[in-house]
T-cell receptor, first 110, second 113 residues
Framework: EDQVTQSPEALRLQEGESSSLNCSYT??????LFWYRQDPGKGPEFLFT???AGEEKEKERLKATLTKKESFLHITAPKPEDSATYLC???????????FGKGTTLSVSS | NAGVTQTPKFRILKIGQSMTLQCTQD?????MYWYRQDPGMGLKLIYY???????DKGEVPNGYNVSRSTTEDFPLRLELAAPSQTSVYFC????????????FGPGTRLLVL
């Protein structure tokens, strides 16, 4: 069964304190692993797509990496505006939908 | 370019009432999806469509119906609202299946009392 597990559920950081969010997945034939950001009361906003082990992508203070079993979202020197819930998803085997994890809620205080 | 738009933003229904959640996209995407998000849970797929006139069930389709008469619109119908349908509903679209990025609307929050 396709499955996505994210950890930790919640993470509190001080401004400038770097950390990583984890996304472990089980799916036959990875078609893509997706990271989204979701602010309270809003829809998920696309961040990155990773397709193969070893791939990395960066955007401002965020860097996503992928191995054969998990992905990490590294946050370098976070700012309060990085506070949000970060969602990880993989394409299901049929390629018809995304399987989402429950998300990691990040709080960055100044 | 508005992307994916959803109406209404918030609605309260009584048990047994019906309503339609509207979704429109202006990106000319063939593929559209409806998800629901319950507190502390991941998004779950309700229905999806691969083009006008073609729809299929997702993981949690019971209690819902959809139609797709145009490329742009993908409404979700609740026929007999139940408290278990209290959730936030998101519509999404993508240019293709299988690894393509999905773009989400702002969501409709539904409360069934």
């Amino acid at each position: 069964e396709d499955q996505v597990t994210q950890s930790p559920e919640a993470l509190r950081l001080q401004e400038g304190e770097s950390s990583s969010l984890n996304c472990s997945y089980t799916v036959s034939g990875l078609r893509g692993l997706f990271w989204y950001r979701q602010d309270p009361g809003k829809g998920p906003e696309f961040l990155f797509t990773l397709y193969s082990a070893g791939e990395e992508k960066e955007k401002e203070r965020l860097k996503a990496t992928l191995t054969k079993k998990e992905s990490f979202l590294h946050i370098t020197a976070p700012k309060p505006e990085d506070s949000a819930t970060y969602l990880c998803a993989v394409q299901n085997q049929a390629g018809t939908a995304l399987i989402f994890g429950k998300g990691t809620t990040l709080s960055v205080s100044s | 370019n508005a992307g994916v738009t959803q109406t209404p933003k918030f609605r309260i229904l009584k048990i047994g009432q019906s309503m339609t959640l509207q979704c429109t996209q202006d990106m000319n995407h063939n593929y559209m999806y409806w998800y629901r998000q319950d507190p502390g849970m991941g998004l779950k797929l309700i229905y999806y469509s691969v083009g006008a006139g073609i729809t299929d069930k997702g993981e949690v389709p019971n209690g819902y119906n959809v139609s797709r008469s145009t490329t742009e619109d993908f409404p979700l119908r609740l026929e007999l609202a139940a408290p278990s349908q209290t959730s936030v509903y998101f519509c999404a679209s993508s240019p293709a299946l299988g690894g393509e990025t999905q773009y989400f609307g702002p969501g409709t929050r539904l409360l069934v009392l």
